[in-house]
């Protein structure tokens, strides 16, 4: 049942840029995998499923790095510290279920930009998309995942980019968060060699997001995808704070 949710949960958060790493940790926590594996399992996910996004960007020329700049001076370095952080179990699921529930709110609401070419753009200060950064890699790094699904809707919000370019860049964010908040978590791992068995993980999730990728350009419109995400996004979050509170 796992491998088929992960495969799920791929494709459809590759088919509007994301890993799908909340989910991922939803899973884990609601099928009883052991704790310390979570956030580092969740983590491997997101890497390979964004890199196959990412790639496709850097083919097409869609990726603006001095865009992201300051949001990943301040997140770079607070999502590997807050994977080095020691939480207990219990705080890890609560942190989870509201990264869950805010970030599915928030896509839903905002579903429809996805669909638009255009916006009048505001620019961000400089101190301020650091802190940003800073605040969404810190949560990040702690719970293990890439904070896309958290940063693409306050800059939708913020309106700090055309949607194409708030997409691509939540993309690029997942991927650079993920390694420096696995970075960072695998620093509890006593041998590396404990994440053997779930390598099936690894490759079901790469056959999804590539699936996702196709989905994106061929077939689904965006703004649809993005509803079908975040719809997903709160069940998960549903069935994971009945298991943590009742």
Do not use: W
């Not at 650091?130 to 719970?143: K, N, T, W």
């Amino acid at each position: 049942m796992l491998p088929i949710l992960f495969f799920s949960i791929a494709t459809i958060y590759a088919s509007v840029g994301f890993g799908g790493g909340t989910s991922y940790l939803a899973l884990l926590t609601i099928f009883d995998i052991e704790y310390l594996y979570i956030p580092i399992i969740a983590l491997i996910c997101n890497i390979i499923v964004v890199a196959g996004n990412c790639f496709n960007y850097v083919r097409a020329g869609n990726l603006n790095i001095k865009f992201l700049t300051p949001y990943f001076l301040g997140s770079i370095p607070l999502a590997y510290i807050g994977g080095t952080f020691q939480i207990t179990k219990e705080f890890f699921q609560i942190l989870l279920f509201f990264c869950l529930m805010t970030s599915g709110v928030l896509l839903f609401l905002q579903a429809n930009q996805y669909q638009l070419k255009k916006q009048i753009i505001k620019k961000i200060p400089f101190f301020m998309a650091i802190l940003i950064g800073a605040g969404i890699g810190l949560i990040s790094g702690i719970v293990g995942i890439g904070g896309g699904i958290l940063l693409s809707p306050i800059l939708f919000n913020l309106k700090a980019a055309q949607p194409k370019q708030i997409v691509v860049a939540a993309s690029l964010f997942i991927l650079i968060n993920s390694i420096a908040g696995f970075l960072g978590q695998i620093q509890k791992l006593d041998n590396f060699l404990e994440l053997q068995p779930y390598l099936y993980l690894f490759l079901t999730v790469l056959l999804g997001g590539q699936l996702g990728n196709f989905l994106n350009v061929k077939i689904l419109k965006s703004h649809i995808l993005a509803i079908l995400t975040s719809v997903l996004v709160l069940f998960v979050a549903i069935r994971l704070g009945l298991k943590i509170f009742f």
